[in-house]
């Protein structure tokens, strides 16, 4: 059973921009019930989706489903749907470690009851030039980190992919694909920013495998590859955290990886953008669209530089 309310998700003080979060934000409480966590509806009672809410248009739920990045099932983006059909979600277990005061190993049902979840449409912008709008079902980042109690010592927050080469093809390979387990981080105040959300669902329903389920980060205004899917183990830390594609090509994948139309890629142009299944380009925006409730984040930083 699903209860909803109508939700002002934070204090205005916080966020005052109202283009953040559109229209369909709500609050979710999952009753506990055997049919939320058998079934795939996180929030069915939000109802019919409109194809678009103020100003922006929803991208199909079969666009993104069928069009994804999983490296640790393939390199191109045809087969992650097809490849992902057997991947096992259930049981899964999330730690979060290293510099807390509380260590915990969650289950994920477990999780998804115990946090309210909330709808957030977000743009969602590749480094490769393609870009989405993503009715996303989730909780901020925020929420489970304060769980575990950060201390002066929680600076970074790494976070690391399950690795098991029995259900990911490539990690079986050892060249012509990248190192896992992949592995992504933030900065604490990225992390600690009330944007950056866990998804657990996206268009109401429980997360499809290709999309990383049943559990990935979605940091808005960051390059995509920075948004790890199907997470395991969260650990904050004293030092920067590990980056895979980072690591990977330091000169083509920053740390950051904050979405800037001024600083090119060195293979191709990150001034514009094709978003799925249009077929004009459209203008890149600074910190994708997300500059007035991030920009602060970076003030001093030359971006040229941490790009
Ligand atoms: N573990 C893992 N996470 C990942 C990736 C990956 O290959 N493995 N690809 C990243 C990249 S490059 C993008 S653009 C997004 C794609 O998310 P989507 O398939 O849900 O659109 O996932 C990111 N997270
Ligand atoms: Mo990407």
Not at 93 to 116: F, N, Y
Request: net charge positive; charged share 20%.
């Amino acid at each position: 059973m699903l209860i909803r309310q109508d939700y002002a998700y934070l204090p205005s003080s916080e966020i005052t921009s109202e283009s953040v979060y559109q229209e369909r934000r709500a609050l979710m409480k999952l009753a506990a019930s055997a049919a939320v966590l058998a079934g795939s509806p996180l929030l069915a009672a939000l109802g019919p989706y409109q194809k678009k809410s103020s100003s922006l248009e929803l991208t199909p739920y079969e666009q993104i489903t069928t069009y994804n990045n999983f490296y640790e099932f393939s390199t191109d983006k045809e087969s992650p749907a097809r490849l992902a059909k057997k991947f096992k979600t259930r049981p899964w277990t999330l730690t979060v470690g290293g510099e807390v005061q509380k260590p915990q190993t969650l289950d994920i049902d477990t999780l998804i009851k115990q946090i309210p979840l909330e709808e957030r449409i977000y743009r969602f912008r590749c480094v490769e030039g393609w870009s989405m709008v993503v009715p996303w079902v989730g909780f901020s980042l925020a929420s489970l980190l304060k769980l575990s109690g950060l201390t002066s010592k929680s600076k970074y927050v790494e976070f690391e992919t399950l690795f098991d080469p029995a259900q990911f093809p490539q990690q079986n390979r050892t060249f012509g694909t990248i190192p896992f387990p992949y592995r992504e981080g933030l900065r604490i105040d990225e992390a600690m920013h009330p944007l950056t959300i866990l998804a657990v669902g996206l268009y109401g329903n429980e997360l499809l495998p290709q999309n990383g389920a049943p559990i990935r980060l979605v940091v808005p205004w960051k390059y995509g590859f920075k948004s790890i899917k199907s997470i395991v183990k969260i650990t904050l830390k004293e030092t920067q955290a590990r980056s895979t594609w980072h690591e990977a090509g330091p000169r083509e994948y920053g740390f950051y990886a904050n979405v800037n139309p001024a600083v090119d890629h060195p293979r191709w142009s990150q001034a514009r953008e094709r978003v799925l299944g249009k077929f004009f380009k459209q203008d890149t925006l600074a910190f994708n669209g997300y500059a007035k409730e991030v920009a602060h984040l970076y003030k001093g930083m030359n971006l040229l530089t941490f790009f």
